[in-house]
């Protein structure tokens, strides 16, 4: 099956700096990268998806990439905001849907004001 | 609209007595799944509903653990014999199929003692 890893596991910047979250994953047959952002307490929610067809997207001040090669994927939030504090799990999926998604392990990122 | 909606939003429950979670998916949507999540983890895949039928039960971890959906709407995850290691926060999702991403619940937050 599936092996999603993530890292890193914690991340701190400052107010204004960028933060980069990577992932790498195993079955070459994945196709469908999600990222979700889960505050404290509450549900996960996504903020960008990527398919297999393009290797980058781009929504405000983020953005994903994937290397479909080397089988990594990629998470960049510029201008960063205290607001953005949270975890952010990736994920991975076969036949371009969400179904039976893999989750990596998680970042908690903090934004230093 | 209304999202993902899960109750109870807590759960406490002794060893070896029998749960059940309830999931109402948002109206219209298809597909619906369930994810088990433990602390400082990422959500895992239990099991994929389209329509009525479980289209993936793949993800369940035992024969403890069974899930329904009647009329494919609301669904219910239903635990035999509740063991300490099954205390997670249990989600609920829906997507309206095919290529589309999925909707979160807020979990139920599931305390064996």
């Known amino acids: 099956g599936e092996n999603v890893e993530q890292h890193p596991s914690t991340l701190s910047v400052q107010e204004g700096d960028s933060a980069v979250i990577k992932c790498t994953y195993s079955?070459?047959?994945?196709?469908?990268f999600p990222w979700y952002k889960q505050e404290l307490g509450k549900r996960p929610q996504l903020i960008i998806d990527?398919?297999?067809?393009?290797g980058e997207k781009k929504d405000q001040r983020i953005a994903v990439t994937l290397n479909k090669t080397a089988k990594h994927f990629s998470l960049h939030i510029t201008e960063t905001q205290p607001e953005d504090s949270a975890v952010y799990f990736c994920?991975?999926?076969?036949?371009?849907?969400?179904?039976?998604?893999?989750f990596g392990s998680g970042t908690q990122l903090t934004v230093l004001p | 609209g209304a999202g993902v909606s899960q109750t109870p939003s807590n759960k406490v429950t002794e060893k070896g007595k029998y749960v059940e979670l309830r999931c109402d998916p948002i109206?219209?949507?298809?597909?619906l799944y369930w994810y088990r999540q433990s602390l400082g983890q990422g959500p895992e895949f239990l099991i994929y509903?389209?329509?009525?039928?479980?289209?993936?039960d793949s993800g369940l971890p035992n024969d403890r653990f069974f899930a329904v959906r009647p009329e494919g709407s609301v669904s219910t995850l239903k635990i035999q014999r509740t063991e300490r290691g099954d205390s997670a926060v249990y989600l609920c999702?829906?997507?309206?199929?095919?290529?589309?991403?999925?909707?979160f619940g807020n979990g139920t937050r599931l305390t064996v003692t």
């Open positions: 990527i398919r297999s067809n393009v």
């Open positions: 079955d070459s047959a994945s196709n469908y």
């Open positions: 509903f389209q329509g009525t039928g479980a289209a993936d």
């Open positions: 994920a991975a999926s076969q036949g371009g849907s969400a179904r039976q998604l893999t």
């Open positions: 109206s219209g949507h298809t597909a």
């Open positions: 999702a829906s997507s309206p199929g095919g290529n589309s991403p999925l909707h």
